[in-house]
């Protein structure tokens, strides 16, 4: 969710593990990337708090707020290393300051995969004694086959859905979410285009199964961009 670029291991200061140097770190500062991830889960939340404000008003029972979950991914993870690299900013900067919980919802550390409704969610799934992520040409599949529980991942900004079923009739579903930004400046190639950007709803959750519906950014923003 937070992108944090300042704590950049590609192209950030020497002191935080990063190459340093280069023109493109200039100008980045952790209280910045920190207020614009506060910012986004905000807006994420607008319209469901100007619809109770209305409701409010109109002296009718507002909504109740639904069950929100934070997996923590390898960007907001730089935080933590940043303090290991640098010990005096051990507690000095922390994942607290991305008030996750303070705004509502429940969070998962990262590479600690959230079990809800018996469907295994993390930035990404880890496998082998080395703990590398799961990947490769067949993402989704190999969740399942290594995992062997329904899983949900994003990180790879691809799209990819796979599903089998076991010897004592388990449907197990894996899933790929793709990302959800719209920008392209950084990201430029051929990798950018098979980039899938858009979220997925899931319909009738029970037991690690499930239907899925596909809804992309350009659907949104067609459909609610004005």
Known sequence: MADIPSLSIYDGARSVGGAGGKKSFEGRRYKLDVAAA?????????????????????????????????????????IRRVSSLIPELDGVISIDDLEIEKLGWKFHEFRIPAIIDGIAYAHFL????M??????????????????????????????????????????????????????????????????????????????????QWISLDYLRATYGH
Not at 55 to 69: F, N, Q, R, S, V
């Open 38 to 78: 506060i910012d986004a889960r905000r807006r994420i939340l607008l319209p469901f708090d100007t619809e109770n404000s209305r409701l409010i008003a109109a002296g009718e029972k507002p909504l109740i707020l639904p069950e929100l979950h934070s997996c923590e991914g390898n960007h907001e993870d730089r």
């Open 126 to 129: 880890i496998s082998g004694v």
């Open 131 to 212: 703990g590398k992520p799961v990947g490769g040409v067949n993402h989704a599949r190999s969740l399942i086959l290594k995992g062997l529980t329904s899983s949900t991942v994003g990180h790879s900004h691809l799209r990819d859905f796979a599903e089998t079923v076991t010897a004592d009739n388990r449907r197990l579903l894996g899933l790929i979410v793709g990302c959800f930004f719209d920008f392209h400046a950084d990201f430029a190639g051929p990798a950018n285009s098979l980039y899938w950007r858009g979220l997925v709803v899931k319909r009738c959750v029970q037991a690690g199964n499930y239907d899925h």
